[in-house]
T-cell receptor
Framework: GDSVTQMEGPVTLSEEAFLTINCTYT??????LFWYVQYPGEGLQLLLK?????DKGSNKGFEATYRKETTSFHLEKGSVQVSDSAVYFC?????????????FGKGITLSVRP | EAGVAQSPRYKIIEKRQSVAFWCNPI?????LYWYQQILGQGPKLLIQ????????DSQLPKDRFSAERLKGVDSTLKIQPAKLEDSAVYLC????????????????FGPGTRLTVL
């Protein structure tokens, strides 16, 4: 079945550092890929998405490129802020429409210190 | 626009007791999902509804879990009897079908219910 693998955490960075969070996936067909974020005390929110190979999703300074050849969707940000401290989940959906469940990775906790 | 509402936010019960969670999706959203998130893991789909019909319940432990979505709006998830391994956060999400049958329609998540089984 479909699966998502994220790098082990947690990750602690200083403010303005460069961030990379690795994500690889296994899926049949052509999945859509997502990064979700969960800020302390809040629900899951969609951060960015990409629906086909070579697409780049971006939002709030975060970027991720859908790499079909390496089955990867790594999350990057050039300069992190304390407000980026949260749990980040990589996810995919292999189907659209009526049957559109999300398959998530384990998540990784990011802490940014001033 | 109001988001997905869930209640209660926290629940502590003894094993073998029963518990119920409630979800009110975003108005007009036809699709409703229940996910289980065990500590240290990503959310896992338990059941998906399209209006008041079940689309996918393949990972729902049907001997103890049940869910319904009467009238295609609110939904209730029940566990009876609870086991220690049911301790988790239960997330409800909803999405519209405005993108069409072959498009991805964004899922919006509620704050979750944290269940502790002692």
């Amino acid at each position: 079945g479909d699966s998502v693998t994220q790098m082990e955490g947690p990750v602690t960075l200083s403010e303005e550092a460069f961030l990379t969070i690795n994500c690889t996936y296994t899926a049949t067909g052509y999945p859509s890929l997502f990064w979700y974020v969960q800020y302390p005390g809040e629900g899951l929110q969609l951060l960015l998405k990409a629906t086909k190979a070579d697409d780049k999703g971006s939002n709030k300074g975060f970027e991720a490129t859908y790499r079909k050849e390496t089955t990867s969707f790594h999350l990057e940000k050039g300069s992190v802020q304390v407000s980026d401290s949260a749990v980040y989940f990589c996810a995919l959906t292999g189907r659209t429409g009526a049957n559109s469940k999300l398959t998530f990775g384990k998540g990784i906790t990011l802490s940014v210190r001033p | 626009e109001a988001g997905v509402a869930q209640s209660p936010r926290y629940k502590i019960i003894e094993k073998r007791q029963s518990v119920a969670f409630w979800c009110n999706p975003i108005s007009g959203h036809a699709t409703l999902y229940w996910y289980q998130q065990i500590l240290g893991q990503g959310p896992k789909l338990l059941i998906q509804f399209q209006n008041n019909g079940v689309v996918d319940d393949s990972q729902l432990p049907k001997d103890r879990f049940s869910a319904e979505r009467l009238k295609g709006v609110d939904s209730t998830l029940k566990i009876q009897p609870a086991k220690l391994e049911d301790s988790a956060v239960y997330l409800c999400a909803s999405s519209s079908t405005s993108g069409g049958a072959y498009a991805y329609n964004e899922q919006f998540f509620g704050p979750g219910t944290r269940l502790t089984v002692l």
